[in-house]
């Protein structure tokens, strides 16, 4: 989940972060670099700066393909109504879309080389299944735990610690963070 102040009334916005499971409970989870390999060479590169910018793409405007981007819009409002998510989920954040880029460059050779995958749906699925994994790696160290309304210092100190992975992106012009 991600923790981010809403107004100056103290309002807190909690974010739920789409993992894997969440929307592919019925398929078994592979490692990270098992679906970047079947993504081409020409997405991989394009993803990194596309993924970097403002405006990013969620669940429901995820995929080119509508037959693609119906089933996965159908598994999130399922997994939502049943878990009582009210907000949108998230898929894409900058957290994950940095992870992303820092996954391709150092995993450059291996990926970028003989990689001749032509599909634009099954690159658009694997690089969705890897921003789930991500997310689910991101929960994992942002973990809350229980917070009481008398611990709410503590949890404006653990929202500032966990922004400052993004501050180096908010030194720059015509941004909005």
């Not at 390999?37 to 509508?66: H, V």
């Not at 942002?142 to 653990?158: A, M, T």
Request: aromatic content about 10%; hydrophobic content about 35%; overall charge negative.
């Amino acid at each position: 989940m991600q923790v981010s102040k809403q107004t100056e009334k103290s309002m807190i916005n909690i974010i739920q972060r789409l993992e894997f499971e969440d929307v592919f409970p019925e398929e078994e989870e592979k490692e990270i670099l098992f679906y970047l390999k079947k993504i081409s060479r020409e997405t991989l590169l394009k993803s990194i700066g596309f993924f970097n910018t403002n405006n990013l793409p969620n669940f429901d405007n995820f995929f080119s393909n509508q037959e693609i981007a119906k089933d996965i819009h159908d598994r999130v409002v399922v997994y939502s109504k049943k878990n009582g998510i009210k907000n949108k989920p998230e898929t894409v954040s900058k957290h994950a879309s940095l992870k992303l880029s820092e996954l391709i460059l150092s995993n450059r050779k291996e990926l970028l080389e003989d990689n001749e995958n032509s599909s634009i749906d099954e690159d658009e699925k694997n690089l969705f299944k890897v921003f789930l994994i991500i997310n689910r790696e991101i929960n994992k160290n942002q973990n809350l735990g229980s917070i009481s309304d008398s611990d709410f210092e503590k949890l404006v100190d653990l929202s500032m610690i966990f922004s400052f992975p993004l501050s180096d992106l908010a030194i720059f012009e015509n941004d909005d963070l």
